[in-house]
């Protein structure tokens, strides 16, 4: 794929990867749009570069985006290249019966796996009616073990993993080979601050530079999947030793984010 001169919608684009992939992509001559919820982020981003154009929605919310297309079709009707990064992660404690919030605890799925859903299932006409197009979903390296502290973080990128996989199989198999479909499978990047308790020091951190010139190198080639970093470990234990990985991340993390109730 390449990537010059590309049309490319970014969502979650006000902050940690997905900003950080605009910023690069724009040197490259390529028209932007970020679209987060945030309008008052937007804007602060757009004047800093005049070069962005701004769309404000939430990918969690379908009836909010239902105008998107229509907006597309009329301003950016090249548009070739989707790269999904809207995204919460939500520490929550399944135990704490007292305090239950289904709305904080469904958050990271109705973002990260709906919000995806969404974006993809909207935009995937004017997507594939292009000579040459490609989506980019992320999930995480989580999605191939459980973080215990997290529960629906990791349950929604297990099923971007799995949606981003059916949708290139129908692709496939429908014969339309214009339409590139990449997972970007990223480890823990401290510097995206998606999470508080986190920090350059923790076990497979990567640089956010660094990833984002994994990102841009795979969908140059046209990789199904980029496992960057640490998340390349990740996917072994994964396959290797699941409930091992998994028992033994979650003795740790339980203690860090819940200290009062894990001992």
């Excluded at 809207?86 to 919000?115: F, H, K, P, S, W």
Aim: with cysteine.
């Amino acid at each position: 794929m390449d990537l010059n001169n590309q049309s490319i919608l970014i969502t979650g684009g006000t902050s940690g990867i997905g900003l950080a992939l605009a910023r690069e992509l724009v040197k490259m001559d390529n028209k932007i749009i970020l679209l987060g919820r945030n309008r008052a982020r937007l804007e602060e981003i757009s004047k800093e570069n005049p070069n962005f154009l701004i769309y404000q929605a939430d990918v969690g919310d379908y009836s909010s985006l239902l105008e998107l297309p229509i907006w597309v079709e009329k301003n950016i009707p090249n548009l070739n290249i989707l790269i999904n990064s809207a995204c919460t992660m939500t520490a929550y404690n399944l135990l704490d019966v007292e305090n239950q919030d289904i709305n904080l605890l469904t958050r990271d799925i109705q973002t990260n796996l709906l919000g995806t859903i969404n974006i993809n299932s909207l935009l995937l006409p004017i997507l594939k009616n292009q000579k040459e197009s490609m989506i980019v979903n992320i999930s995480s390296g989580l999605a191939n073990i459980s973080s215990a502290a997290h529960p629906t973080y990791s349950a929604s990128k297990a099923g971007v993993h799995m949606f981003t996989s059916a949708l290139r199989d129908q692709l496939s198999t429908a014969k339309i080979n214009n339409l590139h479909i990449m997972e970007l499978v990223p480890p823990l990047v401290s510097q995206t601050n998606l999470e508080h308790t986190t920090s350059s020091s923790s076990i497979g951190d990567m640089k956010l530079d660094d990833l984002v010139k994994v990102t841009l190198k795979g969908m140059e080639k046209n990789k199904i999947r980029v496992n960057a970093g640490f998340s390349k470990v990740i996917r072994k234990m994964g396959q290797i030793a699941p409930d091992f990985a998994e028992s033994n991340m979650a003795k740790q993390s339980l203690k860090d984010y819940f200290p009062d109730n894990f001992k």
